[in-house]
């Protein structure tokens, strides 16, 4: 009963309970190992100091040679090897009893959890565009479905850490390779701040991140106070609209700061982006969406050539966020081709045989031959239907494959539907997308018009385009024309056609007529044939 007390007493002070001899092998082990797969019992026949990491066993060899009979030592600091490269940090106390000498008794006690050493060459952190669009290709279909989590690390000090000058990059460069050899691939870790962090790993992963990240601080003598926050993913065919949560996320933390519980503001995000789905995904089902038409005249006779059908939906000003989380969710192949079944439905009217639609399709929709199937059958056995269709494609989501975005398109060219890059010069991709698309037109971004009056680099700029265009024989239309002087420009600089409320907003039914009260050059009714 005695033995037992004192060893009730040993270990409410202790982990590890070990017995040395002269040698400083372990003839007796008790208690926790460093981990779970390392017992007491792995201890016995090794000398401590095969068992301790190399900074240790200086400080080891120290305190055993100054032990004398019926003295303990003082605590000292011991850095214990737990497998796998890992370190974990312990206070450890010696004694030698007389009774048992040279036998030496050694109580452990854990400080934190098991740690890996990482490489502070390894690679960094991502950017937080890098890392969303690294996150997607972890995530996103075809992938295997398989648990993941977001995990949201906050390390308090880091940015201090900073003006230490080479000892800060250090402990930074650690710190994001442990966050690195944490995430699910080794590379899903992403810093969105000085002190924030945001990575995917595998759910069923028991890597105490914040313990991780305060023990390589303490291991340069630096404080730090990390927090972790988890949240729940799905990899595979449920996790698209995890994937626009996270961006909503990740852009929250960016914004001042973010707050203090990025979880909960994903949670809820992932709930909103969910409702957002659904309701998005009805819509289209049940063709509860309207579209308006804009006009698009010739500059050189005023006359309307074709319109652009422009969706709108109930209650919304403006459908822009809504066709965003579309294609971020992979839900707007099917409203693109909605978007067409509308517009072919309002060509067959009674009356629509002189209309011509412009009608637009995401770059998104133009992955997989679906889109290009669809709208050709629609429009089998109407050559005439085809021949008053122009597709625009918007660069809001890019190609990912632009040679088989071109197969698809060419397929469209070839039964007689034009093809237009549509905003061009607001991404990066459009000289790419003119010099690797076969296309019929370009539409010039609103943003090179809108200055053209008092602008003479957008005039230059827009010079150029047509020059190139014309060189290529693709036809050129210029949006948000609002004035009559800005008209004139284009139609000097050699525009071909023109969009924009000076010839009329979007309505609900195409106007061909316009009105009698508008400036002469636009009233002359006539609808333009595609040239």
Not at 175 to 197: C, H, I, M, W
Not at 271 to 299: C, G
Not at 347 to 357: E, I, N, P, S, T
Not at 492 to 517: M, S, T
Request: with cysteine.
């Amino acid at each position: 009963m005695i033995r037992k007390r004192l060893l009730g007493f040993a270990f409410a002070s202790s982990d590890l309970l070990l017995e040395l001899d002269a040698k400083g092998a372990t003839v007796f082990g008790m208690g926790s190992g460093p981990t779970a797969a390392l017992s007491a019992e792995s201890f016995c026949g090794v000398a401590l100091r095969n068992r301790v990491a190399p900074a240790s066993v200086e400080v080891l060899s120290d305190v055993l040679k100054g032990l004398k009979p019926g003295a303990r030592s003082a605590p000292v600091e011991l850095l214990f090897n737990a497998g796998e490269g890992r370190l974990r940090r312990a206070n450890a106390r010696f004694f030698l009893l007389p009774e048992l000498a040279p036998n030496v008794s050694c109580s452990v006690t854990w400080e934190g959890p098991a740690y890996t050493l990482h490489n502070p060459e390894a690679a960094p952190a991502l950017e937080p565009e890098a890392f969303l669009e690294r996150a997607r290709q972890v995530m996103a279909p075809p992938a295997e479905a398989r648990d993941l989590s977001v995990s949201f690390v906050d390390v308090e000090g880091l940015a201090a850490a900073q003006s230490m000058g080479e000892a800060g990059e250090r402990l930074n460069a650690r710190v994001e390779a442990a966050l690195q050899a944490a995430s699910v691939d080794g590379a899903t870790a992403g810093k969105l701040g000085p002190e924030r962090f945001a990575l995917i790993r595998d759910r069923t992963s028991d890597t105490d991140l914040a313990g991780e990240v305060q023990e390589i601080g303490r291991s340069e003598g630096i404080d730090l106070t990390p927090t972790a926050t988890e949240a729940d993913v799905t990899a595979g065919s449920g996790s698209l609209s995890a994937l626009r949560a996270l961006r909503v996320a990740v852009e929250g933390c960016l914004k001042d700061g973010g707050s203090g519980q990025p979880e909960v503001n994903f949670s809820a995000a992932l709930s909103r982006t969910l409702n957002d789905a659904h309701a998005f995904q009805a819509m289209v089902r049940d063709r509860r969406f309207d579209l308006h038409y804009q006009p698009i005249v010739d500059l050189k006779t005023g006359a309307v050539h074709h319109f652009e059908a422009l969706a709108r939906f109930t209650g919304s000003a403006s459908p822009a966020n809504a066709i965003r989380m579309a294609e971020e969710m992979a839900l707007i192949d099917s409203f693109d081709i909605a978007v067409a079944e509308k517009a072919l439905s309002r060509l067959r009217q009674q009356g629509g045989g002189l209309l011509k639609f412009a009608i637009n399709v995401s770059g998104a929709s133009l992955a997989d031959d679906r889109y290009v199937q669809s709208l050709l059958r629609m429009t089998a056995s109407r050559a005439d239907e085809r021949r008053r269709l122009i597709v625009e494609v918007t660069e809001s989501a890019a190609l990912s494959d632009v040679e088989a975005a071109n197969r698809r398109l060419g397929a469209l060219r070839a039964v007689g539907i034009k093809v237009c890059i549509d905003d061009f010069g607001a991404g990066a991709a459009s000289y790419d997308y003119l010099r690797r698309l076969s296309v019929d037109t370009v539409k010039i971004d609103g943003t090179f018009v809108q200055g053209l009056e008092t602008d003479p680099k957008a005039r230059t700029l827009i010079g150029h385009l047509v020059e190139l265009c014309r060189s290529l024989e693709v036809e050129t239309i210029a949006e948000m024309i609002e004035t009559q002087a800005c008209a004139d420009i284009l139609k000097d600089i050699g525009v071909d056609l023109g969009q924009g409320w000076l010839f009329g907003k979007a309505e609900a039914e195409p106007r061909i007529y316009l009105a009698a009260n508008e400036p002469v050059a636009r009233r002359m009714g006539a609808v333009a044939s595609w040239g």
